[in-house]
């Protein structure tokens, strides 16, 4: 294994591959919005991320640099080069981004920052997505997200919620633009909720919610919080009791129940098996709610480049509820 990886020599590869791949199709087009940096333990399926990846590209082609960690060891960085490529349906040609692939060692970890800067495409949007929750407490991932026009996360895959609210909004208050998919989990949730509202009745009788009580499963603490904490913020405008609280019997699908509760109002919101159900009083309606994929959570996460400042504020809320003795 070799102890460091020469952007130079990289881009060279590139270069020569997109050479010879021309030369034997000329029906080939390059395509790339972004540059997209995955992170993940060299535990995590490759197989699988490589599927995600694939169907990322049509969407949001990029420049993807897939960074594998392969944790305590010697200093050591290795690299190869490869494509993706893809005929959309009609089109006689080849649409095919970049691909890095570079194994690193967490004594290496300093020296990817002057190894990232150079294979990053110019003038476009620099994603980060970090599917490891053990790196981002590592001093060295401070450095590589500073180079990122924004960092996804997945809170949900945190041991302890309370402790990725924290960093998650340390990291946004430092002028950090960061993604959850956490949050991403919510946005049909918000959606269909916030849908509720256009009855001008149920909106008369909105301000009588006293309490908000958002039940879970583990690993979904974090999507609890968010939810209510935006419920409280967008919704009611503070002053409201929010109680989110793990599931005593819930269905294996069941990630999550909503209830908001007035004298003359109550809504209810529960996942049951792809549906979400939506109760308001007596009133039962529902719509379809697929389990999402790691493609369908960061489809929708590459189509925010910049703040999500809604989301930012639900954050923010979360993590005064989860800290109350901070300052």
Known sequence: MGTTVAPEKVLKELSELWVSHGEADAGVLRACSITLVVMAEGSDDASALGETLAALMPEHPARAIVIRLSGAGPRALTERVQQQCWKPFGLGKQICCDQIEITASDEALADLPSVLLPLAVPDLPVIVWCRSPRLVK??????????????????????????????????????????????????????????????????????????????????????????????????????????????????????????????????????????????????????????????????????????????????????????????
């Open 138 to 327: 590592l001093p060295e991932f401070s450095d590589i997200a500073r180079m990122a026009t924004k960092v996804v996360v997945d809170s949900a895959a945190f041991p302890n919620a309370a402790d990725a609210i924290r960093w998650m909004a340390g990291a946004a208050l430092s002028g950090q633009t960061v993604g959850d998919l956490s949050w991403t989990r919510l946005t049909r949730w918000r959606e269909m909720l916030s849908h509720v509202f256009d009855n001008r009745e149920y909106l008369a009788k909105l301000g009588g919610v006293g309490s908000v009580r958002v039940g879970f499963q583990p690993p979904f603490e974090v999507c609890a919080w968010l939810m209510g904490a935006w419920i409280c913020d967008a919704l009611l405008d503070g002053g409201v009791t929010l109680r989110p609280a793990v599931q005593e019997s819930a269905g294996a699908d069941s990630t999550m129940q909503v209830e908001l509760q007035a004298p003359d109002l109550k809504v209810e919101m529960n996942r049951e098996d792809e549906r979400l159900v939506i109760r308001v009083n007596e009133l039962v309606s529902c719509t379809n709610l697929p389990q999402p994929t790691d493609y369908l959570l960061m489809r929708e996460e590459l189509g925010i480049v910049q703040k999500d400042t809604v989301f930012e504020r639900a954050l923010a809320s979360a993590a005064r509820l989860t800290y109350p003795t901070d300052k």
